[in-house]
Nanobody, 121 residues
């Protein structure tokens, strides 16, 4: 069974850092774009950062210069390094990936279960 397994969330003081990881487990042939989204209480889920297989990145304006997305294609893993964290970064962070399971097959959109990031002031 294919899953996106996230880790690395937690509680940190403002100005601190956290690193999130997300690994696609199971029989995955190929992965296109991978990314991170977040959802704060009472708000809609929003894009944080995405990265293509060719490592082109895209960031929300609110995290530019503070967060860095990267990926290890050999490990089917995407990372989010979060520095200079602010209380407004508090949210559940979700991993997202486009996965292919067989040659010439379609790509399917998968979500992780979410990991809580809490930034105290």
């Amino acid at each position: 069974q294919v899953q996106l397994v996230e880790s690395g969330g937690g509680l940190v003081q403002a100005g601190g850092s956290l690193r999130l990881s997300c690994t696609a487990s199971g029989s995955v042939l190929d992965i296109k774009a991978m990314g991170w989204y977040r959802q704060a209480p009472g708000k809609q889920r929003e894009l944080v950062a995405t990265i293509t297989k060719g490592t082109t990145t895209n960031y929300a304006d609110s995290v530019k210069g503070r967060f860095t997305i990267s990926r290890d294609n050999a490990k089917n893993t995407v990372y989010l390094q979060m520095n200079s964290l602010k209380p407004e970064d508090t949210a559940v962070y979700y991993c997202n990936a486009n996965l292919q399971f067989y040659y010439n097959g379609p790509f399917y959109n998968y979500w992780g279960q979410g990991t809580q990031v809490t930034v105290s002031s």
